[in-house]
């Protein structure tokens, strides 16, 4: 049973660029979070979603900034005309069901120069 | 919005104890968790613990829980070399939030 999976681990593009980020959820699990991790600090939510549904997005910038998470395929962290300051490791999580253990992706780095 | 809190770093001696403290906000939180970042790497549950429990324990850890001061707590026993990495706190009701991390660093 493969864990959370995150694709592409290390991600570059230049400024004003799309980012898109994936991650694929553990078998069997339809609650996917996205996580933003700054250089040396900490994780800040983004964006909880069940499959079709946003349910939270209090942490995702209101501009540049969208997610999905289709009925087939993977979650997508979109990120419009990236900036140097959206540089960051972007980690996926998923459970079962709301409110009950998160398993992580080993998370994607995105560079902007 | 509901907060978790951590102090950001922690430095102590090999073999010693280590005390992780967070404290949160939402009182209808269900389980609270600790969860251990390695250098370029992702998150790893550690552990978790319900919210009507005060204690948990599993080998080198423990978890406090007190549920009216909400604070959690993680001691990690004889701590090692191995058990330095960034540590976060965790609550969940629908959603998960996460403290900013501590940084524990062992010194041999």
């Known amino acids: 049973n493969a864990g959370v999976m995150q694709n592409p681990r290390h991600l570059v593009r230049r400024r004003g660029q799309e980012a898109r980020l994936r991650c694929s959820p553990m078998?069997?699990?339809?609650?996917v979070y996205w996580y933003r991790q700054l250089p040396e600090e900490g994780l800040k939510f983004m964006v909880y979603?069940?499959?079709?549904?946003?349910?939270?997005e209090s942490g995702m910038p209101k501009e540049r900034f969208s997610a999905e998470f289709p009925k087939e395929g993977p979650s997508i962290l979109r990120i419009q005309q990236v900036v140097r300051g959206d540089s960051a490791a972007y980690f996926c999580?998923?459970?079962?069901?709301?409110?009950?253990?998160?398993?992580f992706g080993q998370g994607t780095r995105l560079t902007v120069v | 919005g509901e907060d978790v809190e951590q102090s950001l770093f922690l430095s102590v001696r090999e073999g010693d104890s280590s005390v992780i403290n967070c404290t949160y906000t939402?009182?209808?939180?269900?389980?609270l968790y600790w969860y251990k970042q390695e250098p370029g790497a992702g998150l790893q549950l550690l552990t978790y613990?319900?919210?009507?429990?005060d204690m948990k324990q599993d080998q080198r850890l423990t978890v406090l829980l007190n549920k009216k001061d909400k604070h959690l707590s993680l001691r990690i026993a004889d701590t090692q070399t191995g058990d330095s990495a960034i540590y976060f706190c965790?609550?969940?009701?629908?959603?998960?939030?996460f403290g900013a991390g501590t940084r524990l660093t062992v010194k041999p």
């Open positions: 939402d009182s209808s939180s269900t389980y």
């Open positions: 078998k069997g699990h339809s609650h």
């Open positions: 979603l069940q499959k079709e549904n946003i349910i939270d």
């Open positions: 965790a609550e969940s009701n629908n959603d998960m939030r």
């Open positions: 999580a998923s459970s079962s069901r709301g409110g009950t253990e998160a398993f």
């Open positions: 613990i319900f919210s009507n429990m």
